[in-house]
T-cell receptor
């Protein structure tokens, strides 16, 4: 079966523009996570969706970042008024039930803000 | 202090050597994960464990809950094992996201 997919794979944008990153989780997975890996930095948590519950947004670095998950499947991470420090690889992962079990990662979107 | 600490940060080994990567954590956890990230960035989950030991091929992961410590071992290492190995924890309680260690860059020389 298909794994987690993300699009676009690469995105170059100008400072101040808005960007949307998409994640298609594995079918049937109720939990979806967004993480970020900045150049030379470790992975950091951004936001977590579990079923129909309110998302855990505790990792979002600023109010320029938002995410939604429509119909319990596809998720979009939006960054408004991008800044150069937003340049990173944005990774999406999904898991079956969000109970601390194995997370399956997508290939990531490499974002470069000029 | 990070909640998840890994060591060493970098590790170079000769093909065939036995390799150990260590991970310590300071929070209560429901699970400890070992991930592998190859050049190009793809991340693969190797193990998820909450107690004892798991083995898959040449890879072995152990965890000591009392000491809040986990190890990843690679037996008979091979150049294709070269990657970044990342320890990550799922905190106990309602939070289900991963908290990551800084990763160990492993290079296995032929």
């Amino acid at each position: 079966g298909a794994g987690v997919s993300q699009s676009p794979s690469n995105k170059v944008t100008e400072k101040g523009k808005d960007v949307e990153l998409r994640c298609d989780p594995i079918s049937g997975h109720t939990a979806l996570y967004w993480y970020r890996q900045s150049l030379g930095q470790g992975l950091e948590f951004l936001i977590y969706f579990q079923g129909n519950s309110a998302p855990d947004k505790s990792g979002l670095p600023s109010d320029r970042f938002s995410a939604e998950r429509t119909g319990g499947s596809v998720s979009t991470l939006t960054i408004q008024r991008t800044q150069q420090e937003d340049s990173a690889v944005y990774l999406c992962a999904s898991s079956l039930a969000g109970n601390g079990e194995t997370q399956y990662f997508g290939p990531g979107t490499r974002l470069l803000v000029l | 202090k990070n909640e998840v600490e890994q060591s060493p940060q970098n590790l170079t080994a000769q093909e065939g050597e036995f390799i150990t990567i260590n991970c310590s954590y300071s929070v209560g956890i429901s699970a400890l994960h070992w991930l592998q990230q190859h050049p190009g960035g793809g991340i693969v989950s190797l193990f998820m464990l909450s107690s004892g030991k798991k083995k898959h091929g040449r890879l072995i992961a152990t965890i000591n809950i009392q000491e809040k410590h986990s190890s990843l071992h690679i037996t008979a290492s091979h150049p294709r094992d070269s990657a970044v190995y990342i320890c990550a924890a799922t905190a106990s309680g309602s939070a289900r996201q991963l908290t990551f260690g800084s990763g160990t860059q492993l290079t296995v020389l032929p």
